[in-house]
């Protein structure tokens, strides 16, 4: 950060031009400032207060105005973890409960039937999408709830999740989602920062969001069933796609027009990946489908579409690892060093660089409190980990079949 400010300060008063600085302004400062600004109009009162569609007090309580089919996908899942996930889910009270599985365990059904729910097992592996859809079918429900079988709701978030749909241009919306602690503290620690952009980015996108995140969602199922076939058969690069599944549904709202809001009440826990492993696949994994959206984005003509806010947001998120490599590189061979640094010090002024970006961007999304270990190991794992991942995930972005956590 110091590097920077020199920088900027050289680029002023004697005209030398570097490159990190502007990255810092254009793909850090820049959006943080948007997305803060964007997010503070955000009202989750909105949907109490009648502002979407007008209806008398006459009318059914909102969760009982649509009949509410709540799907379940499971494969491998600890009966434990799951046991919970269907506890919270009946105490909901939805009309019905879908789980389907395609790993035959029978402590699953039991688990699932005791909790009333309807159970559909399938005798192969078909993945994620197509137990979705297989439950799409079958559910009677006009709004279909999506849950991960290792997430919990809390109290009335199904009451919550389907208000929006009082606005008929509605067709899908994201529940907030809180990380509870794994015995990995580093994956938990990044999780929660992680949700916690994700929420300011969902204030600031409402009604245009970028990705309606599986873990908890609500659709309609009309419109669901009228994306099926390309849900079920998306490709890319020749390849088809099994990851991604709630970006694409979220990029078909986006394309036809169709509102895509988030609705902060509705509240559930998720824990985090219980190892850096699994978190580092996770993450490559959501990078892999993030930059697949990005490209689909632009070449379909969604960009044209969208807030501005949208886009801002998306290209200076999926272009920072690429603008900051040129920084890099054209910082370092072709400009004038602003001081000069002994080589066995670069790699901590690096670091302490990385780790005072971490720090604004943890201020930006409220976390005020942190220790010096988490300074320092945030900043090493944005500069070693965080950057060569996505930078890896676009070079690998043709594997969208490769789920990496299950």
């Known amino acids: 950060m110091i590097i920077e400010i020199l920088q900027f300060i050289n680029l002023l008063t004697r005209g030398y031009f570097y490159y990190l600085p502007i990255h810092l302004l254009v793909f850090v400062i820049f959006p943080l400032i948007i997305r803060h600004f964007k997010a503070k109009k955000y009202n989750s009162n909105v949907y109490e207060n009648n502002l979407y569609v007008k209806y008398s007090n006459s009318d059914p309580p909102l969760n009982r105005g649509y009949k509410i089919s709540v799907i379940v996908p499971v494969h491998n899942e600890d009966p434990n973890v799951f046991k919970k996930c269907m506890r919270s889910i009946s105490a909901n009270k939805p009309d019905e409960i879908l789980v389907v599985q395609d790993d035959n365990r029978e402590d699953i059904r039991q688990i699932a039937k005791e909790y009333g729910a309807k159970v559909i097992s399938l005798s192969e592996r078909v993945g994620k999408r197509k137990a979705m859809a297989i439950g799409w079918e079958i559910a009677s429900g006009e709004i279909i709830i999506h849950v991960d079988s290792d997430t919990i709701l809390h109290e009335n978030a199904i009451d919550n999740i389907v208000k929006p749909f009082r606005d008929k241009s509605v067709v899908g919306v994201q529940g907030k989602v809180l990380i509870k602690p794994s015995k990995s ?59 991604g599944d709630d970006r694409f549904l979220t990029y078909k709202a986006n394309l036809m027009s169709y509102k895509t809001c988030y609705q902060e009440k509705a509240l559930a826990e998720s824990v985090a990946p219980s190892s850096l492993k699994k978190f580092l696949r996770q993450q ?123």
């Open 185 to 243: 503290w580093l994956s938990t620690i990044m999780s929660e920062i992680i949700e916690l952009n994700r929420d300011l980015n969902n204030k600031a996108l409402n009604g245009h969001l970028v990705v309606v995140d599986g873990r908890f969602n609500a659709w309609r199922r009309e419109f669901l069933l009228s994306v099926k076939d390309e849900f079920l058969n998306e490709k890319f690069l020749g390849s088809k796609c099994e990851i």
């Open 284 to 406: 490559l994994r959501w990078g892999r489908s993030g930059y697949k959206a990005f490209f689909k984005d632009i070449y379909s003509g969604l960009v044209m579409k969208v807030f501005l806010t949208y886009n801002i947001l998306q290209f200076t998120y999926y272009l920072a690892p690429l603008s900051f490599t040129i920084a890099l590189i054209h910082d370092t061979l072709f400009t004038i060093p602003v001081v000069k640094i002994p080589v066995y010090a670069v790699i901590p002024i690096a670091i302490i660089g990385s780790s005072t970006i971490a720090l604004i961007r943890r201020l930006a999304v409220g976390v005020r409190r942190f220790t010096f270990r988490e300074f320092i190991v945030m900043g090493f794992f944005g500069l070693f980990i965080s950057y060569p991942l996505m930078l890896y995930a676009l070079l690998t972005i043709h594997k969208q079949s490769s789920w990496l956590t299950r």
